[in-house]
């Protein structure tokens, strides 16, 4: 979406439709811009009471003689409770009700002079209305011939911002990086495979000369002995990859933060098969994979003053007579033998191998790990958070602030020393699955086996990162969680 300042409103030219957001107050509703001579046109539809200024609701108007044939009154909601997220929430709103009307341009009004500051007020409604203007519908054929989706294309925003250019720019490149990862996520498992992401990334890189792209093919994966990684490969036809994205906007400096993505292109559960119900959703089990691409393709877009390294195991969890077997052992990366409990806990075995090669070879200052990782997580928090386990109070506050501020939320769960024990194998080092309580804890008390002191982070994204409905700004299915939480992270970093 293109989006362009505007100094006045008298200035504006011709578009498929204005929004004007209204305040709710005790009284009743109340401009949230001053309107000039456009008041008298919207007076007598405001008389009516179809249109309460409720966060997000909608009206759309028809006039005469104007330069927008429609206004689109939205409702803002309490001027008090005014924040970056109910912009958001209600200028997504109003993209939602315009992509219905297939309407391409139109001109924005928002509130300039509120309790926010005008760079958050803008952020909002800039953020709220690019997250929504997305469409999953390359999987389409004849469908999209009856009804071809439009998106919104043109923004004219009445403004008086100086930065106004600067921050549009950086939020459509933030959003691109999330959009990136919602079509990775939401693209075919046969088309997006492990060695589909190598040519993401290698792509990613050509495009940016600061990233560069290390990818090991099964070979050289076999030569690191990398055995989990290769383990959960075995049941697939498709070669596993592990790829390191490199960026260096600090090169002064030492501090390095590495980016874990878990990359499972799809996940039948292995010999431990999914059930019916439960498998249809798992070409998602790369959305923490899709994140970290995503964010590197922002940061290096935006040139951030920050060291970050990418690292993605990938493979699909397949079933075959080759496929790796509940109660066999496997050795990684680091040593340790692993007893499969059940060779539905993949994410956690490939994520091992990579966590143990970053904290050996890549000298990360920190590690963030994101993972569609455990089903628990979704019965602990649903939707409206994603997991945080961490060994390091400094980090997870941190993660705490950029979530609260992206309102990509993120909530810590325990990882008490005491679910060790529920890892116990008699036979082997450790065990991939602990018994039926705290499963998103005794998934990342595993993964800490393999981080060392290393101030680490572990994100289960396995609800928030794969929706089964559309929520507010987010689309069905891919949502891109983890590009502006750890664009937010990083630039605090800055
Ligand atoms: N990829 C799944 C987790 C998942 C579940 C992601 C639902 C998205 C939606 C993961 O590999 C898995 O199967 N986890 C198991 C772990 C168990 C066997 C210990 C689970 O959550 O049941
Ligand atoms: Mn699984
Ligand atoms: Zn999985």
Same mark, same amino acid.
């Given at each position: 979406?293109e989006?362009v300042?505007?100094?006045?409103?008298?200035?504006?030219?011709?578009?498929?439709a204005l929004?004007?957001?209204?305040w709710?107050?005790k009284?009743?509703?109340?401009?949230?811009?001053?309107?000039?001579a456009?008041?008298?046109?919207?007076?007598?539809?405001?008389?009516t009471?179809?249109?309460?200024?409720?966060?997000?609701?909608l009206?759309f108007?028809? &006039?005469?003689?104007?330069e927008?044939p429609?206004?689109?009154?939205?409702?803002?909601?309490?001027?008090?409770?005014?924040?970056?997220?109910?912009?958001?929430? @209600?200028?997504?709103?109003? +993209?939602?009700?315009?992509?219905?009307?297939?309407i391409?341009?139109?001109?924005?009004?928002y509130?300039e002079?509120s309790?926010?500051?005008?760079?958050?007020?803008?952020?909002?409604?800039?953020?709220?209305?690019?997250l929504?203007?997305y469409?999953?519908?390359?999987?389409?054929?004849?469908a999209l011939?009856?009804?071809?989706? +439009?998106?919104?294309?043109? /923004?004219?925003?009445?403004?008086?911002?100086?930065?106004?250019?600067?921050?549009?720019?950086?939020?459509?490149?933030?959003?691109?990086? +999330?959009?990136?990862?919602?079509?990775?996520?939401?693209?075919?498992?046969?088309?997006?495979?492990?060695q589909?992401?190598?040519?993401?990334?290698?792509?990613?890189?050509?495009?940016?000369?600061?990233?560069?792209?290390?990818?090991?093919?099964k *070979?050289?994966?076999?030569?690191? *002995?990398?055995?989990?990684?290769?383990?959960?490969? %075995?049941?697939s036809?498709?070669?596993? @990859?592990?790829?390191i994205?490199e960026?260096?906007?600090n090169?002064?400096?030492?501090?390095?933060?590495?980016?874990?993505?878990k990359? &499972?292109t799809?996940?039948?559960?292995?010999?431990?098969? *999914?059930?019916?119900?439960?498998?249809?959703?798992?070409?998602?089990?790369?959305?923490?994979?899709?994140?970290?691409?995503?964010?590197?393709?922002?940061?290096a877009?935006?040139?951030?003053?920050?060291?970050?390294? @990418?690292?993605?195991?990938?493979?699909?969890?397949?079933?075959?007579?080759?496929?790796?077997?509940?109660?066999?052992?496997? +050795?990684?990366?680091?040593?340790?033998?692993?007893?499969?409990?059940?060779?539905d806990?993949?994410?956690r075995?490939?994520? /091992?191998?990579?966590?143990?090669?970053?904290?050996?070879?890549?000298?990360?200052?920190?590690?963030?790990d994101?993972?569609?990782?455990?089903?628990?997580?979704?019965?602990?928090?649903?939707?409206?958070?994603?997991g945080?386990?961490?060994?390091?109070?400094?980090? @997870?506050?941190?993660?705490?602030?950029?979530?609260?501020?992206?309102f990509?939320r993120?909530?810590?769960?325990?990882?008490?020393?005491?679910?060790?024990?529920?890892?116990?194998?008699?036979?082997a080092?450790?065990?991939?699955?602990g018994g %039926?309580?705290a499963?998103?804890s005794?998934?990342a008390?595993?993964?800490?086996?393999? &981080?060392?002191?290393t101030?680490?982070?572990h994100?289960?994204?396995?609800?928030?990162?794969?929706?089964?409905?559309?929520? %507010?700004?987010?689309?069905?299915s891919?949502?891109?969680?983890?590009v502006?939480?750890?664009?937010?992270?990083?630039?605090?970093?800055e």
């Amino acid at each position: 979406m293109e989006f362009v300042p505007i100094t006045s409103l008298e200035r504006r030219k011709k578009a498929e439709a204005l929004v004007i957001p209204y305040w709710k107050t005790k009284k009743g509703i109340e401009a949230a811009v001053p309107l000039g001579a456009l008041s008298q046109l919207v007076e007598l539809p405001l008389k009516t009471d179809d249109f309460t200024a409720k966060e997000g609701e909608l009206l759309f108007i028809y &006039v005469q003689r104007q330069e927008e044939p429609r206004f689109v009154l939205l409702g803002l909601g309490d001027k008090e409770k005014l924040t970056t997220e109910r912009l958001r929430r @209600a200028y997504a709103s109003f +993209v939602k009700g315009c992509m219905v009307k297939k309407i391409k341009e139109v001109n924005v009004l928002y509130p300039e002079n509120s309790s926010l500051s005008p760079e958050l007020s803008l952020r909002g409604v800039l953020e709220g209305m690019l997250l929504a203007n997305y469409r999953f519908d390359f999987l389409k054929r004849d469908a999209l011939k009856e009804c071809p989706s +439009v998106i919104l294309e043109k /923004a004219s925003f009445i403004t008086t911002y100086k930065d106004f250019a600067s921050l549009a720019k950086e939020t459509s490149t933030i959003c691109d990086g +999330v959009y990136l990862a919602r079509n990775l996520v939401n693209g075919n498992a046969d088309d997006v495979t492990p060695q589909f992401l190598v040519k993401q990334a290698e792509l990613m890189a050509k495009k940016n000369s600061r990233l560069k792209v290390t990818a090991f093919n099964k *070979k050289r994966i076999e030569k690191e *002995k990398m055995g989990l990684l290769l383990a959960v490969n %075995r049941g697939s036809v498709r070669e596993p @990859a592990f790829i390191i994205i490199e960026y260096k906007g600090n090169p002064k400096s030492s501090d390095r933060t590495v980016i874990v993505g878990k990359g &499972v292109t799809y996940d039948t559960g292995g010999l431990n098969l *999914k059930p019916t119900g439960s498998m249809e959703t798992m070409k998602c089990d790369m959305a923490g994979a899709a994140a970290c691409l995503g964010t590197m393709q922002a940061v290096a877009a935006l040139g951030l003053k920050v060291n970050v390294t @990418a690292v993605i195991p990938s493979t699909e969890n397949a079933i075959s007579d080759t496929s790796y077997k509940p109660g066999d052992v496997y +050795v990684g990366y680091a040593g340790k033998s692993v007893e499969i409990g059940n060779t539905d806990a993949e994410g956690r075995l490939i994520l /091992a191998d990579a966590l143990a090669y970053a904290c050996k070879n890549l000298k990360p200052t920190r590690i963030i790990d994101l993972a569609t990782l455990t089903g628990s997580i979704g019965i602990a928090l649903g939707d409206e958070a994603t997991g945080l386990m961490s060994n390091d109070d400094i980090l @997870a506050d941190s993660l705490i602030r950029a979530g609260s501020e992206t309102f990509e939320r993120v909530w810590r769960l325990p990882i008490f020393e005491e679910y060790r024990e529920l890892l116990r194998s008699q036979i082997a080092d450790i065990s991939n699955i602990g018994g %039926r309580g705290a499963g998103a804890s005794t998934g990342a008390v595993f993964l800490q086996e393999f &981080v060392g002191k290393t101030p680490w982070a572990h994100l289960d994204i396995a609800s928030t990162g794969n929706l089964k409905e559309a929520l %507010r700004y987010h689309p069905k299915s891919g949502t891109g969680i983890g590009v502006r939480l750890l664009v937010e992270l990083l630039q605090h970093l800055e």
